[in-house]
């Protein structure tokens, strides 16, 4: 089993950043993915951004390119999720996930594991 825990979600103005973390425990796996997915009211899972622990490949959905960045620090077994210049569509409930192996995928039921979630709400 893995254990994921995210922080870092809060309220924002439209423009600002947060970083949100997630601290991986447990089981581990040698070529695994870790992602970020997020969830607005009445509406599907959607893929942000992932990162492939191997190579450190990255993948981000249109949307978010160039404003937010996916890391991860090895010893902490723990991946970031910076963003900046956030804006109001950004706001909803912020997901990691793991996927045992494999490539970056962006649907969620490709992965294994999921964190509790945290907010993100961006003020205008």
């Known amino acids: 089993q893995v254990q994921l825990v995210e922080s870092g979600g809060g309220l924002v103005q439209a423009g600002g950043s947060l970083r949100l973390s997630c601290a991986a425990s447990g089981r581990t796996f040698s070529s695994h993915v870790m992602a970020w997915f997020r969830q607005a009211p009445g509406k599907e899972r959607e893929f942000v951004a992932g990162i492939r622990w191997s190579d450190i490949a990255t993948y981000y959905t249109d949307s978010v390119k160039g404003r937010f960045t996916i890391s991860r620090d090895n010893a902490k077994n723990t991946v970031y999720l910076q963003m900046n210049s956030l804006k109001p569509e950004d706001t909803a409930v912020y997901y990691c996930?793991?996927?045992?192996?494999?490539?970056?995928?962006?649907?969620?039921?490709?992965?294994?594991?999921w964190g509790q979630g945290t907010q993100v709400t961006v003020s205008s």
């Open positions: 996930a793991v996927r045992s192996n494999g490539w970056i995928a962006r649907n969620w039921r490709d992965y294994d594991y």
